[in-house]
């Protein structure tokens, strides 16, 4: 059987069920889709693709050594798996199960709907690494799987395939986005972040990440890779568990164990959103749609967003986030409070 492995927000080979279970079942044809459409949207930029496109290009490398390079495709999701489905004989797509904005839900539905009427099998798996999370806290501690991460040692790649190239922002239209100090993506540029937070960074984590002056070494700078899954959750949390399990000492165990627990609450608040997804448009608080709200694409919007309000700390903070694509947890939610309370900008 030749089966199609659909990436999205899982740009990995280790840890990832949704390969596992395709090398078992036969040939694989491992695609990411660049979609022009989801790339226009309000909530994404140029920052973002070069980040996807580094760890697309190193995910490419993994998977050639294995025997099966990613294939690259530009276009709107249904045609494409049409078009390689009809093309190459594939009756079964797997991909892992995704927290769906309102545009992603809409995508799915369609590929969904094609998939059923075209007589195409989609199996969506729930990533191991995901769903381990005590429920009822965003305090909650995080519960490690057992079992080591694997990747499959070897693929069989669908046969007469061209990969394809990995286009630029500028090739997906996307507006000039200069980010002179981003983070660079892939997964080996992920793990050498874990290892050095583990290692040597980490040890004043939990007061650090406060400030913004000490946060940018302090802080793990994870976020990125396991956003795209370049990392899996549950391998970074095993990675913590091991370094904690060699008794480093009293404050290397009190920052580690902190951050053990702020992975758990990124899963339970990501899992919020999926269980309340009109919170990507209504605000959460009920007595918001009470205050006076002034549309998002105004003077005092592109004041917020240029650093030029004239709040001075808060403009620091966002020509700093603008700079790197980074700001400290604080720093972050303080940009987003001044933005709906004080501006009254549109949630």
């Avoid at 400290?328 to 949630?347: E, F, K």
């Amino acid at each position: 059987m030749n089966v199609l492995v659909w990436y999205k927000r899982d740009l990995r080979v280790t840890d990832h069920p949704a390969l596992a279970y395709a090398a078992e079942a036969g040939a694989v044809l491992p695609l990411y889709i660049a979609e022009p459409d989801y790339w226009a949207q309000p909530d994404t930029a140029a920052r973002q693709w070069d980040f996807i496109a580094d760890c697309l290009n190193d995910l490419r490398r993994e998977l050639a050594r294995l025997g099966a390079p990613l294939v690259v495709r530009v276009g709107e999701a249904v045609e494409v798996l049409a078009r390689l489905c009809r093309q190459n004989n594939i009756s079964r797509i797997v991909s892992h199960h995704e927290d769906a904005t309102a545009w992603t839900f809409a995508r799915n539905k369609r590929v969904k709907d094609w998939a059923t009427a075209a007589g195409i099998e989609w199996v969506e798996l729930q990533a191991q690494h995901e769903g381990s999370v005590a429920e009822g806290s965003a305090d909650c501690i995080l519960e490690t799987e057992a079992g080591k991460p694997l990747a499959p040692s070897a693929l069989r790649m669908v046969a007469g395939i061209e990969p394809g190239v990995v286009p630029t922002a500028r090739a997906l239209r996307m507006k000039p986005d200069h980010c002179p100090h981003r983070q660079v993506g892939g997964r080996a540029q992920g793990l050498a972040l874990l290892d050095s937070f583990l290692k040597t960074r980490g040890q004043t984590y939990h007061c650090a990440t406060a400030s913004p002056l000490i946060a940018e070494r302090a802080s793990s700078r994870l976020s990125p890779y396991l956003a795209a899954g370049a990392l899996s959750r549950r391998e970074v949390a095993q990675a913590g568990s091991a370094q904690l399990a060699t008794k480093p000492g009293p404050d290397w165990t009190d920052n580690l164990r902190r951050f053990q627990t702020q992975l758990a609450a990124r899963a339970y608040f990501a899992r919020i959103f999926e269980t309340a997804p009109d919170m990507e448009h209504v605000a959460r608080h009920p007595k918001a749609s009470a205050l006076p709200v002034r549309q998002s694409d105004g003077a005092v919007f592109e004041a917020w967003k240029e650093g030029q309000t004239g709040l001075p700390y808060v403009d620091a903070c966002m020509r700093y986030l603008a700079s790197t694509g980074w700001i400290n947890v604080q720093g972050r939610a303080l940009l987003a409070s001044v933005a709906t309370c004080h501006l009254w900008l549109d949630w």
